[in-house]
C-alpha cells in the first residue's frame, strides 16, 4: 500500500483491515464494507461510515465525491480517539527502541518438550483476520487438544 497514492482515489472501501487506516491518513473519504449477516467484526471501527449493499455502496460514492469534507473531519475524529503516534521521527524511535530490547532479551530454551504444539496469537483484539486466518482454520485440532491456542 506504501507505493500506491491512495489520495488519487475520491473514496475508498475496505472490509475491516489496517487498509482502512492508510486510507484515513490519506484523508480520502473511506467507508468501513461491513457484512450484511454482521458475522465479520468491524467494531474497532465504529464511528467510520459503514456500507454493506451496492445501494449503500453507490450512496456513500456520490455523496463522498459531492463533498468528501464532512467524511474526512468524521475520520480525523476517529484518528484523533485512537491516539495512534504518526509523527514519523517518533513511530521510528518507538521501533528502534523496541527493537534494541529484543536484541538485548536471552532466549533459554525449554527445558521440556511440550506434548502439544502451542501457539500464542497476539492482535489488537479478536479483528477478522485472526478469526478468518487462525482461529477458524485452527478450531478442529484445538477441539481435539492436539494444539493449545491463546488469543
Not at 480520502?28 to 474497532?44: E, H, K, S, Y
Not at 453507490?58 to 463533498?67: L, Q
Amino acid at each position: 500500500m506504501y507505493r500506491v497514492n491512495l489520495r488519487q482515489f475520491g473514496y475508498g472501501i475496505s472490509a475491516p483491515s489496517s487498509v482502512l487506516i492508510d486510507m484515513l491518513l490519506a484523508e480520502i473519504p473511506t467507508a468501513v464494507w461491513r457484512d450484511q449477516g454482521g458475522g465479520m467484526d468491524a467494531g474497532n471501527y465504529d464511528g467510520l461510515s459503514a456500507v454493506s449493499t451496492p445501494a449503500e455502496w453507490a450512496e456513500f460514492s456520490k455523496a463522498a465525491i459531492e463533498d468528501p469534507e464532512p467524511f474526512v473531519e468524521l475520520q480525523q475524529r476517529f484518528l484523533d480517539r485512537q491516539e495512534m503516534p504518526l509523527d514519523p521521527q517518533d513511530v521510528f524511535q518507538r521501533y528502534a527502541k523496541l527493537f534494541e530490547t529484543a536484541r538485548r532479551v536471552e532466549i533459554r530454551p525449554t527445558a521440556f518438550l511440550p506434548e502439544r504444539e502451542r501457539v500464542l496469537f497476539v492482535a489488537n483484539g479478536n479483528v477478522p483476520t485472526l478469526q478468518l486466518s487462525f482461529t477458524k482454520p485452527l478450531a478442529p485440532m484445538v477441539a481435539r487438544a492436539s494444539l493449545q491456542a491463546s488469543w
